[in-house]
């Protein structure tokens, strides 16, 4: 058990992973992690950098100062880099695209396991992503994968891009999610898989709020059981 109370939400793109995060955050006043808004930070910065080496953009995020706020009215997690808040950059089709790539690097990945680690702190932590409980903390509180079909997915995004003023093709958004999907399960590197003791959730059919209930549940298990080991 660690010292700190950690709880990860991995899972494929477009499962609610963000709002979920955010929610239970929000609910139990922890701090927030969005890996995935990391891997596209340095997407981002590659499309900017066509010519950058992985050690020159690793170097470039090291620099730099980011922070995750909460958006309460948009229900979702904000990147402030460098003063300024990028989040609609970070959600460009091209840019989820670009971040999947990088993510199939060893020297991508390794280097950002240690930054991810740093959001750690004594308040608690909701880390969200791809290899939170398998990979960045496998000693977590409670680990939780969720999963959705890839046409709710690929619904749940065309939603959310058009509410930033994008219009994106259904078809297209499904056949991106797949080729993900594949991409990240099959990469040497951490592979998008859950967590031998994880908790699956299947989110296709559940509303934001029976998702967020069901995880505070088990977290509320989890963390009396660990209480209860202490003890004895």
Known sequence: MMQYKVITLDGPGGCGKSTIAFKIAQHLGYQCLNSGMLYRLIAFEQLKHTSYSARALIHLI????IEF???????????????QDITTQLHMPE????????AQHPEIRAPLIELQQQFLNK??????????????????????????TPEIRALRRQKQLIALGKRVNLGTLIESIVERDQRDES????????????????????????????VLEAFAIATAAGDSSSAD
């Open 69 to 83: 706020k909460l958006d309460s009215k948009a229900l979702q997690q904000c990147m402030i880099y460098n003063k």
């Open 187 to 214: 990469r040497s590197a951490a592979p998008m898989r859950p967590a031998d003791d994880a908790f699956v959730i299947d989110t296709s059919k559940m509303t934001l709020d029976s998702v967020c209930s069901a």
């Open 123 to 148: 308040t608690g932590l909701v880390a969200e992503g791809r290899d939170m409980g398998t990979c960045i903390f496998p000693q977590a509180t409670l680990k939780c994968y969720l999963t959705a």
């Open 62 to 65: 090291q620099k730099a100062s």
């Open 95 to 102: 840019v989820a695209s670009m971040a999947s790539q990088l």
